[in-house]
């Protein structure tokens, strides 16, 4: 039996019809989906329910409908899932008057982290050592996230839950927090990332969960997604030294569906691009032209996201 790409085989979180609202406005509806180990993407608009949904996973927000647990116990009334979970913010939930250092270490405090090497460790996984002894209120953007992160790793949680964790980084920042997570899920931790930056999202994510309008919209791995969609076309760019004799004789193809004219190319969409694929260099052959590049425009996380918010 095939399992619903929404669920993992080895959950840590589960999500069972999961409802949120605040007065009349509904956040969340009817959600249902799981997490395991690994680095799941959640993906969604602006007012898709993300934010809520990581809230009542960290027991911050309590369910209106349905049921949340993390390692078997709810995470709104059992106070034993706080020593497991962490959560990093997409708001500003940083102390400015107190130094990088001195927020790391009220973090290992709270939750009783008793290695006194411990925050040290964390600034430096980070990279914010150098800057541990300044105010926190004269940090960037970007050294504000990396020491929520810190201050999150501190408690070495089973489950990482990361809103927006990219958000003011620079691209090298963004390269190291990316390869902090990816190891991180290596290690058996349980991340969920939620990021406006899909490319990084598509290279940390092992699968991608996807809600719009409070609602599931899609799960599984971005190919998986992208081949669901089966009422939108793929779009392939194809590099060739002759476009219009090649544009002209794909349409011996059953796969194309329409063939446009492009720059040193042209633009082929196809309902079935296994087939165009294996028909193309045939016919390039028959009828003498070189291709030099066969590229879906339309299979990135970036695309997919886009479809699936269109119209909304």
């Excluded at 939620?194 to 991608?208: A, N, T």
Aim: proline share 4%; charged share 25%; hydrophobic share 40%.
């Amino acid at each position: 039996m095939t399992l619903d790409p929404a669920f993992v085989t080895d959950p840590t979180i589960e999500v069972t019809n999961v409802s949120k609202w605040f007065g009349q406005k509904v956040a969340v509806s009817g959600l249902s989906c799981s997490f395991g180990p690994g680095v799941t993407g959640l993906l969604g608009p602006n007012g898709a329910g993300k934010t809520t949904l990581f809230r009542m996973i960290a027991g911050l927000t309590s369910v209106s409908n349905g049921n949340i647990t993390v390692l078997g116990k709810n995470p709104r009334t059992d106070m034993s899932v706080f020593a497991y979970v962490a959560l990093v913010p997409d708001e500003d939930a940083v102390y400015d008057d107190l130094t990088g250092r001195q927020f790391v270490r009220y973090s290992a405090e709270l939750s009783n982290v008793t290695d006194r090497d411990k925050p040290e460790e964390a600034l430096n996984i980070v990279e914010m050592g150098d800057a541990a002894d300044r105010a926190i209120g004269g940090y960037s953007k970007g050294m504000r996230q990396r020491i929520k992160v810190a201050a999150a790793i501190v408690t070495d949680p089973d489950v990482l839950i990361l809103d927006e964790p990219l958000n003011g980084t620079d691209p090298v920042q963004r390269a190291h927090l990316i390869e902090l997570f990816e190891g991180f899920g290596d290690q058996g931790k349980t991340l969920i990332v939620s990021s406006h930056v899909l490319e990084e999202v598509e290279r940390v994510s092992d699968r991608v969960i996807a809600i719009v309008d409070g609602r599931l919209a899609a799960a599984g791995s971005v190919e998986a997604i992208r081949a669901s969609m089966q009422d939108i076309p793929y779009v392939v760019r194809i590099a060739t030294d002759a476009p219009r004799k090649l544009g002209a004789a794909l349409f011996q193809s059953s796969a194309a569906v329409s063939v446009t004219g492009i720059d040193e190319g042209i633009s082929v969409s196809t309902n079935d691009i296994t087939t165009l694929g294996k028909d193309t260099p045939r016919i390039a052959a028959d009828i003498g032209a070189r291709i030099t590049g066969f590229r879906p425009q339309d299979q990135s996380l970036e695309s997919v996201f886009r479809y699936l918010v269109e119209g909304r």
